[in-house]
């Protein structure tokens, strides 16, 4: 791709419609290159997410339970959390979730994947880590508001969750299956 691309729009005017910790939205009124206007385009600003693929020793995905209210399910999921302005990176961020919401931590740790939950609305990033020979050094700390239970799966465990569609939060998800094309595991 060339920089002839990369057609950004032009901001007419914007005007925030919420600023809650979780909940900021904005609306923009923007032109396309081709002059054509969107007078409402919702924009939804949140922090940088993180996920971790966390694998112990013994070849186990350290893999996290809890209620989901949008979905209104409770689902198994990779450790995730936010990148918290104090975290002067998003691995800090990855590791305190991991070591906070399951009491694991140490290993290898790598950046694995970069990805949006939706470029066209969102304006953060999700970094995925990859996480091996992870152990337990501690129990969970959880905040008041978290009901998380731990789950260790093997292999194939997670493999069957994955094709029956039981790991919900796709960008999990998706990670997760690029981990087992990349390793050749399926």
């Known amino acids: 791709m060339s920089d002839t691309d990369n057609k950004k729009w032009k901001v007419l005017n914007s ?17 396309l290159p ?11 600003e949140y922090p940088d997410w993180v996920c971790t693929i966390a694998i ?13 209210h949008g979905l209104q399910c409770t689902s198994l999921e990779l450790c995730a959390g936010v990148c918290e302005e104090e975290d002067p990176s998003a691995e800090v961020s990855a590791r305190r979730e991991l070591l906070e919401e399951t009491g ?3 290993g290898k740790w790598e950046l694995f994947m970069t990805t949006s939950a939706n470029p066209g609305t969102h304006t953060n990033t999700t970094y995925c880590f990859l996480a091996t020979d992870v152990e337990k050094i501690s129990e969970q700390h ?22 029956k569609d039981e790991i919900r939060q796709s960008m999990h998800a998706a990670a997760l299956w690029k981990y087992l094309a990349t390793n050749h595991l399926i």
């Open 15 to 31: 005007e925030y419609l919420s600023q809650e910790p979780w909940f900021t939205v904005r609306k923009d009124h923007v032109e």
């Open 34 to 44: 081709n002059g054509n206007q969107i007078q409402n385009y919702y924009v939804y």
């Open 56 to 68: 112990t020793k013994d070849k186990r995905f350290v893999m996290v339970r809890q209620y989901r």
């Open 104 to 106: 694991y931590g140490n």
């Open 142 to 163: 959880l905040e008041a508001t978290e009901d998380i239970s731990v789950h260790l799966l093997s292999i194939d465990e997670l493999v069957e969750l994955l094709k």
